[in-house]
């Protein structure tokens, strides 16, 4: 099992940035963004059953930031639009088994990719 997140950097407001997250060996099972911005605590950001296909996004991001799947290449992405200096963080991927209602939880996340920083700035 292996997550491998990629695709950050530094980003102007207002701009775009996409992220991947390679899980490897991973199946039927929910694959989620989380973020911890500096001096904060980790928090969810999106999710998707790689089977099936149920999504989910936290508040903050909804309207701007969009999680797809390419099964083929055992990808997730997180297309991220209308950057805000709040979205700077450090985010991370990770993979669960867990009932969908819980899939917010990072708690019930087992495998976790490295982080990749997004810098948004003026």
């Known amino acids: 099992v292996q997550l491998q997140a990629s695709g950050g950097g530094l980003v102007q407001i207002g701009g775009s940035l996409r992220l991947s997250c390679v899980a490897s060996g991973l199946t039927s099972v929910t694959i989620g963004w989380f973020r911890q911005a500096p001096g904060k605590e980790r928090e969810f950001v999106a999710a998707?059953?790689?089977?099936?296909?149920?999504?989910k996004y936290a508040d903050s991001v909804k309207g701007r930031f969009t999680i797809s799947k390419d099964n083929a290449k055992e990808t997730v992405y997180l297309q991220m639009n209308s950057l805000k200096p709040e979205d700077t963080a450090v985010y991370y991927c990770a993979s669960t088994r867990v009932v969908w209602s819980l899939v917010s939880d990072q708690a019930r996340y087992n495998y976790w990719g490295q982080g990749t920083l997004v810098t948004v700035s003026s």
């Open positions: 998707i059953r790689r089977s099936g296909g149920n999504i």
